[in-house]
């Protein structure tokens, strides 16, 4: 191991006819001639040449696609295109064998629904490999962007007792013998007996949490999986997915949408600079891939004009309001083709419109703001009553092409009064948020957060077309393989 | 906000009577005059000093302990003591209240017990602003240092179908209906109706499923939670902690042992580098605290010793058997003073027999490698029977004072036929994990991985004595508070 070199170091390195140690796994073999070694660290393969006359027929044999190699030999210039250096190989040693009668992966291309079902080998694959690079430094990005800014990352608890925030269905956690639960003298079951001595279940959302902790140590941000039980079986919904909650006091909605924008530019820049070549990878991936597509469904930006379109403008800014009177004038809505109309204010908006307001009307990010009270959560600051009477809350939700909301946030309500007076009106019980409602008791004052679904980022910045296919093992109804 | 300054950047200000304004929490506030403001950015306060005869006395009577401020003012040299500047205050806001005869929180000592049960709260006071300050820098560091490495962060599932592994007893997960369950014709609850189709937990472990991303990407490392359902009511488990698992290819066990002590050094000096502050201050609440105990159970070193120590130090590697060898013969073995006496080669070691190799015989941390086979898990790597015809794994523990076990890791067994015969042996359901093995069917190396229990990393960074106290909202038997 000591002497190893990593592929993508190696492949930076000026050949001097040194000698040099790699492994990693056959990509390909050909002509009983070169290899195509991959060992993770980047999709280039690295070419081995083989003395195939003066190596064992019994080793050549092995060298098969998906077989684990340690190959020693000499860094040399390579005169194949394709590469800058090549290794001469003096020793090839098999470190384990894959049957190419048995092994699931052939240098060809398979389908993503197929390599869906063998997950735990398609990071072995260009695409996967490049996904989970990507993947990985956004998700170093988000930990180095908050970390500049002095926030505290905090791991709020997964398993949890309340189940207040009405952010969706959420997985029951339990230590009950299931097909013998002790009951209570009313025939319910007996939480008391479980293992917590209540009834819990796995977190929706860390911000409750979160804000606990933004109350003391003014900037945090959680980072960690939360649960939806949604029979959701789309190209945007994960059961597991992780999610980026950052909560900051003494913010209000401009700070916190100028913090989530720049949140977002920070990250796609990171992974534009060091991701480069599996952005590349995948930018041309989508192209080959939109080919089978009708025209009028293709993108009009390739990948990489997608990313730095991002980074190199401002979102736009705008009210709900304003967004309903430029859904409501569209020609979309006027010829009716929207599945759903827009006929008057307070209506929730669709995917399809928000998609409309990104990718036809302002052709770039949008961050929508001060939605109807009515459509959106208890703990959202309330807006004075407009001239119309509409009654908004300090919401913001960022909008993106091709993923739709991506950053859902608000300003919190930090009166306790009308805190109250709205968990009232929708039927959240008080008394099992005494804690909560305790930050606005004392030492109460202006906040703010958002929550960024990880995967969409992902999704996003990878361009890929099913969000399963950018988490390592997706969690989603009747599958939980792996 | 724009203005705003956190304190940790305006103690650092060179004071020329700018104008400034500053947010945070009131901890204390003398004769009228001197209000102590803390924002969490540090553990040093901010004195602001109020011109109290050109106050409103309304609002002196609202700055009271926990209350939120705005405080604009003069930023000046200070002549007291404890400070080398201060705010001359122009503009005092009251941002939220804290009434005195309610707010639990009062400038005075709270047991740690207490501050447990106001969890939401505690991270207002300089204990746990420092653990949790510590705790993010630690958690940073651990990414850093892999990243450094090329290593890919893995986000392994947290929901699991596999029960295999046998860490520990699993919490379900399900999304039936617990009073009224459907069931199969013999009367079972039936799973296949649940929400993934089959019975589901809560991950013990990311190792299996971080093998997999390490045999494509060859160095991967896991960070998340993970979850035991046992009635553990001790100062050294929860049922909910954060884990770090790096799995690599093509590393043997003396790699995974430099590898794991390299990042346990890293991530501490980064802590002493980034949070020395805290860690002074945490340092000098064990000596107070340990004033309290017996001059024997006191500490030799102080905390910052102790840290300081373990980074200049290397760890102490030997096998077992040599282990085993020590304690038989050692004066407390023989005095019978251990609860648990060494009499034979193949005994478990329990928390007393690691204790007394670290803190006594060697008094620095430890690394036992190549425990019997007996006492490990299925999937590391078979040692070659010895002369005296003990059979052991390639395992290795990392020990540390105060601590015990905080490392766990082995070289994995790659072979399919040994694996294989030892998940037989152990009664492993095979079909279960047909994915594992299928990573030793094709392209198998040797590779290596440990797991870090984040908490116990955290407990002994901060010296804080008890587990429940390093992670924000601890979760244990009968208790899912927040």
Known sequence: MSDRIKIKALLQTTPTEQQVNVKGWVRTFRNNQFIALNDGSTNSNLQIVVDFENTDAAILKRITTGAALS???????????????????????????????????QPKKHSLEFLREIAHLRFRTNTFGAVFRVRNSLAFAVHQFFQERGFVYLHTPVITASDAEGAGEAFKVTNLDLNNPPKTETGEIDFK????????????????????????????????????????????HLAEFWMIEP??????????????????????KYALEH????????SQRLQEEEKSKPQQERSDMSLLEKLEFCLNNDFERLTYTEAIEILKNSTQNKKKKFQFLIEEWGADLQSEHERYLVEKHFKKPVILTDYPKAIKAFYMRQNE????????????DILFPGIGEIVGGSQREERLDKL?????????????LWWYLDTRRFGACPHSGFGLGFERLVLFVTGMGNIRDVIPFPRFPKNAEF
Do not use: C, W
């Open 193 to 236: 007996q479980d293992f917590f001595g209540r009834a819990t279940n796995l977190t929706v959302s860390g911000q409750l949490e979160g804000e606990l902790g933004a109350m003391a140590l003014s900037d945090i941000y959680t980072f960690g999986p939360t649960f939806r039980a949604e029979n959701s079986n789309t190209t945007r």
């Open 71 to 105: 190959v020693t030999g000499t860094l040399v210039a390579s005169l194949g295109k394709g590469q800058t250096v090549e290794v001469k190989a003096t020793q090839i040693e098999i470190l384990g064998d894959s049957d190419p009668e048995k092994y699931p992966l």
């Open 420 to 432: 109250e007076q709205r968990m009232d009106e929708m039927g959240i019980p008080k008394e099992e």
């Open 385 to 396: 009553q407009d001239a119309n009477g509409h009654e908004t809350v300090r919401a913001m």
């Open 275 to 282: 991701n480069r070549e599996d952005i590349e990878f995948l």
């Open 247 to 268: 909560e900051m006091a003494f913010y209000d909605l401009d700070d916190n949408m100028d913090l989530a924008e720049g949140l977002l530019k920070y990250v796609i």
